[in-house]
């Protein structure tokens, strides 16, 4: 199962874990199965058609998957996912 690395502003929503454990066959599956899991995360990942939201950043063993291929990223059991909200300010 690919360890998932959650910010610690959002442990809030899945039951106050910053890392836990997924099997999934791709970072979209990962995606799916966390919010099926944890639906209070849902909003905060996902915009209303599903699609990952803009300022979340999801990282394969320190690789953003816009580098690799995207949510059809595969995984092995032993990767490291980080799920990464962008920060803004000034």
Sequence with gaps: MAI???????????????????SAATVGELIEKIIAQYPTVRFHLVDSEGNLRK????FVNGTHIRDLNGLATPLREEDKVILMASAAGG
Excluded: G, L, W
């Design 55 to 58: 300022h979340f950043n999801v």
């Design 4 to 22: 998932v690395r959650f910010p610690a502003v959002m442990k809030y929503y899945i039951d106050n874990q910053s890392e836990f454990s997924v």
